[in-house]
């Protein structure tokens, strides 16, 4: 095994790779041709004798678990280097960044993550905008948007994390009602959406020829995410959520998941999204960089490789 000073180029080649899920992406960032990117991945595996990355043709590539586990030790090292070099420097970034999200990631994951980044850019004046409405980048003023779509060509978008889609109760109501254990006994229950056009319900029961939207019982339908997971906690019935919102109740126990085995895996990407002119806007890149280190160590079931 040789010296880690020895593989320092190598692991931070590794790490822009790993973030962006892309030998391209890393190549322009890296200011190197494609080829010299994948030189330096296979001498980093043929170094430390394991795979690092699985590629596949026309595929986002996917990180091993070793991968996954030395991205993030990277990331930590990195940080406390950045924090490092700016402490002797006695610079840091300041002025306005602002950003939108919908409500729900925006409130469960972008918002307790801006206390941690302030403490690395304590002069940054961060503005978070939640709303279900879809924001222009262009002509709002807002520099940086989170998206779990990649189709607007005017955008430039970065991979940041996905989610799991979920089948959750809370542990009293499955003991208070009728057995699950098979997908037509949801037609014996009740079930909670946030309305008769809920994207994700639609998505799965088109997926799984057994469940006809029409004809569960949807007595209950909520248009907020949260209230909705509330609703779930107190007992009133089943939701499909993402795994991210219920995290801490499914580690208290409080809510359980449904028949896992039997459903095809439903995951949600989320990127971070910027127009052109903002590409080499230093508060995003720092932003980017600390969202990511925040999401790698938060209990949140959020995945650091992007659904196929």
């Known amino acids: 095994m040789p010296q880690i000073r020895h593989l320092l180029p190598q692991l931070y080649c590794f790490s822009v790779v790993a973030r962006h899920r892309s030998f391209t992406q890393a190549a322009e960032e890296l200011s190197i041709s494609q080829s010299a990117v994948s030189y330096q991945i296979k001498k980093l595996e043929d170094q430390l004798g394991y795979t690092l990355l699985l590629r596949e043709p026309r595929k986002p590539i996917q990180l091993t678990s070793k991968g996954e586990t030395l991205l993030h030790r990277c990331e930590e090292i990195y940080a406390r280097l950045d924090n490092t070099i700016e402490e002797i420097s006695g610079s840091t970034l300041s002025g306005e960044l602002s950003l939108t999200s919908d409500i729900c990631f925006g409130t469960d994951v972008v918002a307790p993550a801006l206390p941690f980044i302030q403490q690395r850019y304590p002069k940054l004046d961060m503005r978070l905008n939640l709303t279900e409405a879809f924001i222009h980048l262009d002509d709002s003023g807002i520099d940086l948007a989170i998206r779990s779509r990649t189709d607007d060509p005017e955008l430039e978008y970065e991979f940041l994390c996905s989610t799991r889609m979920l089948l959750v109760a809370s542990r009293q109501y499955i003991k208070s009602h009728s057995p699950i254990k098979k997908l037509t006994d949801f037609y014996q229950h009740q079930i909670l959406c946030t309305g008769d056009d809920d994207y994700d319900w639609l998505t799965l029961t088109n997926q799984v020829s057994d469940l006809d939207w029409h004809r569960l019982n949807k007595r209950m339908r909520i248009n ?47 990127y971070l999204a910027w127009p052109s002119r903002n590409r080499s806007n230093p508060k995003i890149s720092a932003f980017s960089q600390q969202l990511h280190h925040y999401i790698a160590q938060s209990d949140l079931n959020l995945f650091l490789n992007p659904a196929q």
């Open 224 to 270: 907020s995410i949260q209230a909705l997971n509330q609703a779930v906690v107190a007992d009133a019935g089943i939701a499909y959520v993402a795994s991210y919102t219920v995290a801490q109740q499914l580690d208290d126990n409080v809510l359980v998941s449904l028949l896992e085995s039997q459903l095809p895996e439903q995951r949600i990407n989320y």
